[in-house]
């Protein structure tokens, strides 16, 4: 299971950057480049979370499905 401590770091990274694009203060450019890094976090926590599901085992009276 992944350092719970790595979800909180990329959510408090893109947090960050959604304040950043609010401010208005990027240029499009720079805006466009955040968006990007935004992505490349968002990927990066979904693929920890999926992960973590997988690695999850089956609660009492559910079965695997695989």
Do not use: F, N, Y
């Not at 979904?46 to 079965?63: F, H, I, T, V």
Request: proline share 5%.
């Amino acid at each position: 299971m992944a350092d719970p401590s790595d979800l909180e770091t990329l959510a408090g990274d893109l947090e960050k950057a959604a304040e950043r694009l609010r401010s208005g203060q990027l240029d499009a450019d720079g805006a466009a480049e955040l968006v990007d890094e935004c992505a490349r976090l968002a990927a990066r926590a979904a693929s920890q979370l999926d992960r973590e599901a997988r690695a999850a085992e089956p609660g009492p009276g559910q079965d695997s499905l695989i």
